[in-house]
């Protein structure tokens, strides 16, 4: 991969990936405060377990139906229009489900869910248009750190705002609190338009979309380590995401907490995540990554089924709060991690429509466990959905261990990477020999 020596030099790479860090930071902080906003709301007025999963599966079905086909888009399309247009979008239904509010004594559940449904279709495009922007902004030896503090920056909003959600869900009423999202796109799209977005070689090539989702289904299948690395993490999506889906529930309800104790779950799991990230992004070049994503497995395994056995008290709870901040810890070195050995197993011109074939498969589980997840809450109880979530990550982590091909995947990537930069100076030397 060619790549701008004048885009590298430390100093303008590392401006233009701080200014994007900065817009997706803003944006970032104050659409997740409205999210959070919408499910406590959801959560306050209906107090359903079955209503929130489908919130949840309204959230992720455009993850797995669109995603194979927004590969190609994001691989031929222009990468900061595309952000940009999908923020306004964002932007717009904000507007709209405000007005509807200010109008009306209630939010119409209907309207609700669409306006969910239309920002996950636009995160559908975001992250992964951002996932493969990275390597084309970062040299390749940063790109696990610069994964990293990218993932503490999402940690950051995930600790903010669920803070900062709370007190203005308290204060604010929610047609206006729902206005935040126009703000962010403001700042988002302001600070977009200073970075520098280099352009691949597939950007305006004609889009053929069956074709070009195929393809990428085959680059991904071709890659049997990556593959099998994915279909275990698609089997974990399908046990983890109706835990993950009821942590409201697991505090107003199980706990008998408040709004205010449930955004402090969501804030001590997000500063586990900022410290697990900032640790990969201080010490991030580790020679088999694959060792790190299997002590996520346990640790988020281990402390998610001891969630579910804890006693309905407020030294339960004290507990909660802890276990899910060792959870939040682990949580970056799976995700952070395999993403970086995704971007560094393909070249950026073909990323797009892989990481769209990648990410539909890990989320395809999902929808179908949210689907049990409401009744089987209100049937069984929200706390054991934390054990068999609990469980089941356990289980996958150790199945993903038992496949060589999985297990040896970073280390047969690094030494991949390792030869074909030897062979490159090797090149360089020969066609420009010292005189």
């Not at 060792?291 to 998610?304: D, H, K, P, Q």
């Amino acid at each position: 991969m060619s790549k701008n020596p004048t885009l590298f030099e430390p100093i303008h790479w590392k401006r233009n990936f701080y200014l994007f860090l900065t817009g997706q930071f803003l944006s970032g902080i104050t659409s997740m405060v409205v999210q959070y906003a919408i499910i406590w709301y959801l959560t306050k007025t209906t107090g359903s377990a079955t209503v929130l999963s489908l919130a949840m599966l309204l959230g992720m079905l455009p993850m797995v139906l669109l995603s194979p086909f927004t590969g190609p888009l994001i691989d031929r399309w222009n990468k900061k229009i595309l952000l940009v247009v999908t923020d306004i979008i964002v932007a717009i239904f904000a507007i709209i489900l405000s007005i509807t509010g200010t109008l009306s004594p209630e939010f119409p559940l209907w309207l609700v869910f669409v306006s969910l449904l239309i920002r996950s279709i636009a995160q559908t495009f975001q992250m992964p248009t951002i996932q493969s922007i990275l390597p084309t902004m970062v040299p390749e030896e940063e790109l696990t750190k610069v994964n990293g503090q990218f993932s503490m920056v999402q940690s950051a909003n995930f600790i903010i705002a669920p803070a900062l959600g709370a007190v203005l869900y308290s204060i604010v009423p929610m047609n206006f609190l729902i206005l935040l999202d126009v703000l962010g796109a403001v700042f988002g799209v302001g600070l977009l338009l200073l970075v520098t977005i280099p352009r691949i070689t597939s950007e305006g090539e004609p889009i053929h979309l069956l074709a070009d989702t195929k393809f990428g289904f085959k680059k991904l299948f071709e890659n049997k380590g990556l593959w099998y690395i994915t279909i275990v993490g698609a089997i974990f999506m399908l046990l983890f995401m109706p835990a993950a889906s009821l942590y409201p529930l697991m505090t107003m309800n199980y706990f008998n907490g408040s709004v205010g104790q449930a955004g402090l779950v969501e804030v001590v799991y997000s500063v586990g995540m900022l410290i697990g990230g900032a640790v990969i992004g201080i010490f991030g070049n580790w020679k088999n990554r694959m060792n790190l994503i299997f002590f996520a497995y346990a640790v988020i395994g281990v402390t998610i089924s001891l969630s579910g056995f804890l006693p309905p008290t407020s030294k339960g709870f004290i507990y909660f709060i802890l276990l899910n901040a060792i959870a939040g810890f682990a949580t970056p070195y799976f995700n952070t991690l395999l993403m970086a050995m995704i971007q560094q197993s393909y070249e950026p011109n073909v990323l797009g429509r892989v990481l769209g074939v990648l990410n539909s498969l890990m989320s395809i589980t999902g929808p179908v466990g949210l689907l049990f997840a409401g009744p089987l809450a209100d049937k069984i109880g929200v706390e054991k959905m934390f054990v068999i979530a609990g469980f089941g990550a356990i289980i996958c982590g150790v199945i993903n261990f038992m496949i060589p091909v999985a297990r040896n995947y970073d280390k047969e990537l690094q030494k991949k990477i390792l030869e074909e930069k030897e062979r490159e100076e090797e090149n360089e030397q020969v066609e420009s020999p010292d005189i």
